[in-house]
C-alpha cells in the first residue's frame, strides 16, 4: 500500500494506458454517431425511485407473444418452412392419390373427379390438423435455441413472472398457427374443398384446433427443456409425432384400418381432434366428440404445463 | 452511510447491509466437475469489484449463483442483504445481470430489444419507447435502432447488452467478462462506460481474463482458479504479495551505466541488475521503499538518465506468484494482441 502512495508521479510504467475518455475521444474521428459520453450516460440513468412495478403473469406474457411476433416479422421464412410442406402434401394427396383414396371414403368404388372432391371434403380438416400439430414442434426448436443462448439467462434474472417466457411464446404461436392454418384452408378451398358447416363451422373448428394446439405445445416445451440440443429436440418430437398423426384418421377413415388397430387408432388424440374437427365444418357438431378433445387438452395442460414451468425454474 | 433507498421505499424497517455480496463456501458441481468450489466473497458496496480469473475458473457458474439464476448445492450467499435461496425475487429486482455471451435477441432490432426489457420491467408501451431511444442515444446506437442485433458488431453488441442493463438502475450489476473479443476502442468505450455507472452508485461485479482490465477499474480483486478464491485485496495488496516493486532505469550514455549502477546500489542498499540492454539497469527495492531518493542521487552524480521508472509487479506476475503458472488460458490468444497494443 505504502508504494501506491509513496510514488504517483512514478507508477507510470504498468499504469500507462491512456485515460479511456481521452482516448475514446480522439479515436472517435468519423463516428460521430458512436460517441459516448459520460455525461451522456450518466444523465440517462433512471433515479431508482422512478422504477416502475415488473410486468404481472399477463403483460408479462402478452409482451413475450409480442415478442414472439416480431420474429415471425423479422424471419418470415420460418412460416414458409412450415407450410410448404403441408400445401404439397394437400396437392399431391387429392390430385394423385385422390381418386383412389375417394373411392374408398365414398365406399363407391368410383375413382376420378367425382372422387378427388369426395376425398378432399374428407381430407382438409384432417390435413389442416397435421399441419399446425407439426407447427406446434417449432415451439420446443424455438425455446431450446433460445435456451443455448445469453437471452435466457437475461430473461431469468428479471423479476418478472418466469413462466411467462413459455406461456408468451405459446401465445405468439398462436398467431403462426392462426396464418398456416389459413393458407391451408386457402389451398383447400381451391382445390375444390366446400364443407356444409359454413364459414361458421370452419371457423369453430378452427378455434378447435387453436386451443388444443395450444394444450399439445407444453408437451414440445417440456422436451426442449429435457433435450441438450436443437437436433435432439427435433428427433424426439419427429418421432413422436409421426405415429401420432399417420395412425390416425386424417389420411383414411379408421373402418378401412386393421380391427386390432382400430381402437389403438380412435384413442389417438390426433384422431379424436380430427373427428370433432370434421363435424364441426360438416355443421353436425357432436358435444361427446367436442367434450373428448377438451378432456384431452385439459390433461396434456395438467400434466405438461407444471413439468415444463419446473424444469425451466429449475435449468441451468 | 444512510438508509437504502430500496428499503426505504418498501418500509422495511431493516438496517441495509453494508455489503452488496456477502458468500461464504459457494460450491456447484455439473456432474463431477466441481466448478466452484467453497467461493467466500464479501464485497462492499459502491466501487468496482473484479473477479479475475481464466476462463474455465468459475466466474460465470459464481455469478449466476449469485444472480439467482442457478441454485448453489452448499454455501450461502446474500446480495444485497437478501438471500439467495429465500428471496431472489427480491434481488432480481436490484440486480442486472450482462452475461459473458450477448444477452440480446439476435432476430430483434435494438430497439425491440431494450421495448422488450422496457415492457418486461413495467413500463408501458410508449415509456419502454422512449427509455428505449433515449438509451440507445446515449450509448452511441441511435443510427442502428432499426437494425436486427445479428448485424452489431461486437462492439456495439455489448454497448446495447449494457444498455439493457440500465433500463431501470440497478443497485448492483453483474459484467461477465465485458471486453472479451472487442476491439481496443470498444473496450476502452465499455471502460468508460462502467466507471460513469458507478460514479452513479451502482455497485459493480465485474469478471476478467485480463489483468490489465481489473487493475484500471477494479478498486479491490478476488483472483479466481480452478473454482476457488486464491487470493484477494486491492490490486496493490496483490501485487505487494508477490514482492516490492522493480526500478528500471536507462542511462543516456552506455559509458556511464557501470557508475550509475554503483550509485544505485547505494542508494536502493540492495542488487542492481544490468540489462541486456547496454544502457539500462534495474532494481528490485524493499518493501515500503521509495523511488525518489534513488533518481535524486543520480542526479546529484551527474549522471544522465534518459529513462527512470518505478512500476509495482504487473498481475501478470501475480497471478504467476499465486498459482504456479501464467494466467492466460489457450483461448484468449487471439483477443491477447489486442490489449497488449492498446497498452503501448
Ligand atoms: N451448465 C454447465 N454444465 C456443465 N458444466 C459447466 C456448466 N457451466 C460451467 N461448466 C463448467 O464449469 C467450469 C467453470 O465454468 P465457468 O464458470 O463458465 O468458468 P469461467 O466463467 O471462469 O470461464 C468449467 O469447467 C465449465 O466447463
Ligand atoms: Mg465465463
Known sequence: MSQNTDTPPLSQEHRDLPTSGAKAGAAGSGAAAEQVSAAGISAV????????????????????????????KHIPMQLFDVTIFPIMMTVMFTLIFGGAMGAVVSGSGETGGAAITEYVQFFIPGIFVQTLIMITMYTGLTLNKDISKGIFDRFRSLPTWRPAQLVGALLGDQVRYTLAGTIILTVGFIVGFRPDGGVSGVLAGFALLLVFSFCLSWVWTMVSLLMPTEEAVMGVSMTLIFPLTFASNIFVPTATMPGWLQPVVDANPVSVLVTAVRELMDGT???????????????????????????????? | MTLDPILLRRGIPVSPSPYAVEAHGLVKTFGDNTAVDGVDLSIPRGGIYGVLGPNGAGKTTTIRMLATLLRPDAGEARVLGYDVYTEPKTIRENIALTGQFASLDEDLTGIENLILLGRLLGFSKQQARKRGRDLL?????????????????????????IAGSLVVTPELMFLDEPTTG?????????????RTLVAGGTTILLTTQYLEEADQLADRIAVIDHGRVIAEGTPGQLKSQVGAGALKVRVADPVQREEAAAVLERAVGGVVVREKDSAALSARLGEGASASPSLAALEEAGILVETFSFGQPSLDEVFLALTGKPAESEENDDAEPEIAEAAR
Open chain 1, 45 to 72: 440513468l433512471l433515479p431508482t425511485d422512478q422504477r416502475p412495478t415488473p410486468s404481472g403473469a399477463l403483460s408479462g406474457s402478452v409482451t413475450f407473444g409480442w415478442r414472439a411476433m416480431l420474429k415471425i
Open chain 2, 137 to 161: 442515444e446515449a450509448f452511441g446506437l441511435a443510427e442502428a435502432a432499426d437494425r436486427q442485433v445479428k448485424k452489431y458488431s461486437g462492439g456495439m453488441r455489448r454497448r446495447l447488452d
Open chain 2, 182 to 194: 472487442i476491439d481496443p476502442r470498444s473496450r476502452n468505450q465499455v471502460w468508460d462506460i462502467i
Open chain 1, 285 to 316: 357438431y357432436d358435444a361427446a366428440s367436442i367434450g373428448l378433445v377438451a378432456l384431452y387438452c385439459l390433461v396434456l395442460v395438467a400434466v405438461f404445463a407444471p413439468i415444463s414451468m419446473y424444469l425451466y425454474n429449475r435449468k441451468s
